[in-house]
DNA sequence: GCGCGGAGTTATAACTTCTAACGAACACAA
DNA sequence: TTGTGTTCGTTAGAAGTTATAACTCCGCGC
């Protein structure tokens, strides 16, 4: 959320009342959900009026597609932090439960339910792209600490349909095994935000730190 | 979605115009989504007035919330359809895939991103106890098949925390593999759902199927 | 210093949910 | 067959929402 560094004052002016915009916006998700989502009730709280919003974005869909973006590109900052050296599997894992935690309505602004209709820019599946290329990172370097098992049929597959992966040189039972941890830590950590664990009493932590254990290999 | 039998007419003709308001929600919630349903849109659907639809439902929440309570109802009709003679998992499995392919929003409407401080009501936690317990039947039977693995600190927690199971007489591991074949499928089912293998090129029905064969152990 | 562009204003249209008050229609009983 | 009372659907309207149009006015750059 800094796109503060304009030449005219007026260009910084500009970045400076968008960004106040989003940050009302992201505090009334938060408690609200993206679909109650107001922008008078932003404008209001900014002390200004309702139609002072569209110079700074063109609709409430474009305030909520530059969200989806910030939101994005959060997940990938914290991503490259974590894998960017290290690149373990496991930090990976615990480093993504904690952004979701830390804004559950951020993830799901990402992962959660869409708008039928809603086709995301060109922009996110490309900040998509560099957080699946630091899990496939991580999946290799996994690869190669444990002996590869038998190619399934689910491996020859991906092989023939790994444009997805950009040029990443892993082998497709990498490219399955990222799948494999997306989809499963995905599994436990949305139907946690959502709150479907909330009346059994066991720890969803404790159930995510096992999928993690399963995937990798411990 | 048949509360048709009622003794007099007059509670016969109010079941069936609540029917109808629902399948008009239906269409329109399989086409833009549970956020877009508007009761207005519905009523001039219908031929009457706003308004008209306030004598049968008290606001828009209360029609969603009977829409989900239609959608678990029908989730548990075909999980007991189809495990309650044959309880297999794989055949489970498929039937929720199905299912949730039949009318994705459908499923995105019961499991997807909920508005925060919405409360399901007790009505529906039970149905959901119905759907868990079928699944349980069938972790336990295909439990009885594979020979038990040792058990893991995670066993021993959900050991400790079994309410949700009800008084399912299944051991805790058969707790932990019913509760990992939910969040693995809904994993995999979600995130297509929602589009996220949209542009990746491979077939979410395989990613589906070799999560089900991880999980009944083939 | 001056002019033009951008910012914020009010007014307005077209929506939405939902309440209130009214009239009409219908089931039921006498 | 004739009340009678409940219920249904109507219109009117309040309080929201998104979004556009037209107008004023300030300030940046020339």
């Not at 190619?151 to 040189?169: E, K, N």
Request: net charge negative.
């Amino acid at each position: 959320m800094a796109e503060s560094d304009a030449r005219t004052p007026r260009e910084r002016y500009r970045a400076q009342v968008r960004d106040e915009i989003k940050q009302h916006a992201w505090e009334q998700i938060a408690t609200a959900g993206a679909s109650a989502l107001s922008l008078n009730a932003i404008a209001k709280r900014m002390g200004v009026s309702g139609p002072a919003l569209y110079r700074y974005y063109a609709n409430r869909d474009e305030l909520i597609t530059e969200l989806v973006r910030d939101a994005y590109r959060s997940l990938a900052d914290t991503f490259r932090e974590r894998g960017g050296a290290g690149a373990d599997l496991a930090g990976l894992a615990h480093a993504l439960r904690g952004w979701a935690l830390d804004d559950p309505q951020r993830y799901l602004l990402v992962y959660g339910t869409p708008v039928p209709g809603y086709h995301a820019p060109e922009d996110t599946t490309r900040i998509a792209g560099e957080i699946m290329a630091v899990l496939l990172d991580a999946c290799a370097a996994c690869a190669a600490a444990a002996p590869s098992v038998a190619a399934t049929a689910l491996d020859d597959h991906l092989g023939d349909h790994r444009d997805w992966a950009g040029d990443h040189p892993a082998p497709s039972s990498v490219l399955r095994h990222a799948l494999t941890v997306w989809t499963r830590l995905h599994g436990v950590l949305s139907l946690e935000l959502a709150g479907h664990f909330a009346g059994m009493g066991f720890d969803p932590a404790r159930l995510y730190a096992a999928e993690v254990d399963a995937l990798t290999g411990r």
